[in-house]
Antibody, heavy 119, light 111 residues
Framework: EVQLVESGGGLVQPGGSLRLSCAAS????????MRWVRQAPGKGLEWVSA????????FYADSVKGRFTISRDNSENTLYLQMNSLRAEDTAVYYC????????????WGQGTLVTVSS | QSVLTQPPSVSGAPGQRVTISCTGSSSNFGAGYDVHWYQQLPGTAPKLLIY???NRPSGVPDRFSGSKSGTSASLAITGLQVEDEADYYC???????????FGTGTKVTVL
């Protein structure tokens, strides 16, 4: 069974940094593109970043470009999101999710980790 | 703001059929990109309901069906059940934004 478990969320001051991790199990991790999706309190879903199976291609939403960096360690079956220069509007639950092969859909999601940016 | 527009809410009695629309544009649905649908129960992560416009993942009841035509898509729920009360989101890819986009979300209420 595929499992995705996020960690690393917490309270951080504006301008600070945080690194999220997503540990994957039950799949051949390097086969699949992965994404980060966030949801601000009481709001809808927002795509944040994506990475190819090899890690060679990365993509970002305009709202985080230049501040966030997605990466993966296929030997450790782990996805990362390095978040720098955090702003209040980055406050959200962050989910990692696995892409369906050949489709831009997400079939497995983690439970989410809450990031709160506040002084 | 999202480029995929959904009605904020829809409702129906148990057993009824409800549909949720998702309106896009020439840079997403009109460009041939697929629509995917997710169900999010309160306090939980989203769950994939429909992918590739009309395909159901294993375990999703056939009460849920999806379609896409032109720059619009829709999700239909037949035989509405109390446990279907949730938020529903459409999702696609947008070539103008060069990124993945979600719909604004629709809350389904079972009367």
């Amino acid at each position: 069974e595929v499992q995705l478990v996020e960690s690393g969320g917490g309270l951080v001051q504006p301008g600070g940094s945080l690194r999220l991790s997503c540990a994957a199990s039950g799949l051949t991790f390097s086969t699949y593109a992965m994404r980060w999706v966030r949801q601000a309190p009481g709001k809808g879903l927002e795509w944040v970043s994506a990475i190819s199976g090899s890690g060679g291609s990365t993509f970002y939403a305009d709202s985080v470009k230049g501040r966030f960096t997605i990466s993966r360690d296929n030997s450790e079956n782990t996805l990362y999101l390095q978040m720098n220069s955090l702003r209040a509007e980055d406050t959200a639950v962050y989910y990692c999710a696995k892409e369906v092969l050949r489709y831009f859909a997400l079939d497995y999601w983690g439970q989410g980790t809450l990031v709160t940016v506040s002084s | 703001q999202s480029v995929l527009t959904q009605p904020p809410s829809v409702s129906g009695a148990p057993g009824q059929r409800v549909t949720i629309s998702c309106t896009g544009s020439s840079s997403n649905f009109g460009a041939g990109y697929d629509v995917h649908w997710y169900q999010q129960l309160p306090g939980t992560a989203p769950k994939l309901l429909i992918y590739g416009n009309s395909n159901r993942p294993s375990g999703v009841p056939d009460r849920f069906s999806g379609s896409k035509s032109g720059t619009s898509a829709s999700l239909a729920i037949t035989g509405l059940q109390v446990e279907d009360e949730a938020d529903y989101y459409c999702q696609s890819y947008d070539s103008s934004l060069r990124g993945y986009v979600f719909g604004t979300g629709t809350k389904v209420t079972v009367l």
